[in-house]
Structures are given as structure tokens and as C-alpha cells.
Nanobody, 124 residues
């Protein structure tokens, strides 16, 4: 079992940057692929990116490609989502999620463990 907690959200102006963290409990976190999703009010949950167990494989949707970057620190059991060039449409609650092994998971139902989320607001 793994428990996830996101942090790093906040209010930023358009064009600014934020780095979100997803900290995990449990010694087997290195066996988990991690995905990030976001949900804005009155909108469907949206896939933001995913990183493989060893961090060697990442995948992003076109909406964030080139602006968002995932990385992970195995020693700290933490995955980071670096967000640059933020736009007002990036405003949402951001969630990290984890599932054992594999890579390339882009659907929410494919993940077994979720954090409570962190709010990101981008002003114009």
C-alpha cells in the first residue's frame, strides 16, 4: 500500500512557474508508475503526464507538452511536476496517482492510489 500527498500548489501569474511534489509513503514506491491529473470546476478530469518506475519514460498530452516536466527522486520517494509557462487554463486541482509497474498509463481508472490534490490557480 502506498499513500500519496501533493504539495506546491498556489497562485501564480500567467507565464510563471510552479513545482508540484508528490510524496509517497512506503518503501516500494520505486515499483510504482506515477501519473498526474487535474480537474477544473465543471470539467472532466484531465491527464497531465506520467512517469515510469525508474523515471526513464515520460508521456504528456499535447496541452502541456514542452511546458510541464516530470521527474522523480527515488531516495525521497517523491515525484515532481515542474510547470513552466503557466496559463489561466491550467487552473485546476492537481492530483498525483500511482500504480504498480509499467508505464504509459493515461487513464484515471488505471491508477490504484490517489493523493488528496493541490490547488493551482493561474491569473491572467
Amino acid at each position: 500500500q502506498v499513500q500519496l500527498v501533493e504539495s506546491g500548489g498556489g497562485l501564480v501569474q500567467a507565464g510563471g512557474s510552479l513545482r508540484l511534489s508528490c510524496a509517497a509513503s512506503g518503501r516500494t514506491f520505486n515499483l510504482y508508475a506515477v501519473g498526474w491529473f487535474r480537474q477544473a470546476p465543471r470539467k472532466e478530469r484531465e491527464f497531465v503526464g506520467t512517469i515510469s518506475m525508474n523515471g526513464g519514460i515520460t508521456h504528456y498530452p499535447d496541452s502541456v507538452k514542452g511546458r510541464f516536466t516530470l521527474s522523480r527522486d527515488s531516495a525521497k520517494s517523491t515525484v515532481y511536476l515542474q510547470m513552466n509557462g503557466l496559463k489561466p487554463e491550467d487552473t485546476a486541482v492537481y492530483y498525483c496517482a500511482a500504480r504498480l509497474v509499467g508505464s504509459g498509463w493515461t487513464q484515471g481508472y488505471e491508477y490504484d492510489h490517489w493523493g488528496p490534490g493541490t490547488q493551482v490557480a493561474v491569473s491572467s
